[in-house]
């Protein structure tokens, strides 16, 4: 067997770099989605780009820039609804991503399109094209840089938001980038794994730190580490399984979750094991 096969087709190496781009991204991110319990916000924006992606598709507009404005759509309208009736939140967020998600699916199959609805529902990461690496790299960028320089903000957000607001922090501006940094991951992704399996890349990887870490810094790093390993053995296990990419990078992800939960619950119990993971100290500042 020629270990090597997998890096002798462009297509594949362009599926590894954008795994490689993409892994470090989602892994920060998915940290800071499961320390806040914003996994139901994720699954519903995944779901509710697919009519803005149809939209955009229709105007001519870039495809991403349709899901990008569905995804916030979404997050913005379940947060008036919440505010505005009795309904709680995950209640809101089931009913407005499967309405969402839906109302894609009817405008998809009344639009004569050359786009495979596999595609998007599950990924191509093998027909990756120029556009799509751009925007993998810019979201690889984007979301390490905004954990660099708002990382501590986002972190006492989640865990002491009363804290939060005292200290005079911007509450709304990084409830709404977090949500928009979400939503535009979510479309770098959907090339990769599509909008159903995206959840996966968002949640997995920190949920797995979460139950091997004791502070956040560590949570990050081993996020980091597992997610690129799934990604990248991901993509090269499916050339020897001839299995779509997406899904088998988000087998690898659950397969590691569950080996990590039955190894925390078999194994004798750690001092402080149980206990949440530790936020980082933050600077105090003035109220104004």
Request: aromatic share 8%; glycine share 12%.
């Amino acid at each position: 067997m020629d270990l090597l096969a997998p890096f002798r087709f462009d297509f594949m190496l362009d599926a590894f770099l954008v795994a490689g781009l993409l892994a470090p991204a989602t892994a920060l991110l998915s940290c800071y989605l499961v320390l806040k319990g914003w996994s139901l916000m994720g699954d519903a924006i995944s779901h509710a780009v697919l009519p803005g992606i149809v939209i955009a598709y229709l105007v001519g507009l870039p495809l991403a820039l349709g899901a990008f404005a569905a995804g916030m759509l979404c997050a913005v309208g379940t947060g008036w609804l919440e505010a505005n009736s009795r309904i709680k939140r995950d209640t809101v967020m089931g009913v407005v991503f499967s309405g969402m998600f839906g109302l894609g699916l009817v405008m998809f199959a009344w639009v004569p399109t050359n786009v495979h609805l596999d595609h998007i529902l599950f990924g191509n990461i093998l027909g990756i094209g120029a556009a799509d690496l751009w925007l993998a790299a810019a979201v690889g960028l984007a979301i390490p840089v905004l954990v660099l320089v708002k990382g501590r903000d986002l972190a006492l957000q989640a865990f002491d938001p009363v804290q939060a607001r005292a200290l005079g922090l911007p509450l709304g501006a990084l409830h709404y980038g977090l949500l928009a940094a979400m939503s535009l991951t979510i479309v770098a992704v959907l090339k990769a794994v599509g909008l159903i399996l995206a959840i996966g890349l968002l949640i997995a990887p920190g949920a797995i730190a979460f139950l091997l870490a004791r502070r956040l810094s560590a949570m990050l790093w081993i996020a980091v580490a597992v997610n690129s390993a799934a990604m990248l053995g991901g993509v090269y296990a499916s050339f020897w399984l001839n299995s779509e990419p997406g899904p088998t990078i988000i087998l690898i992800l659950v397969l590691v979750f569950l080996a990590v939960v039955l190894t925390r619950r078999s194994g004798p119990k750690a001092e402080g094991e149980g206990e949440a993971v530790a936020a980082p100290g933050h600077p105090a500042r003035g109220r104004g």
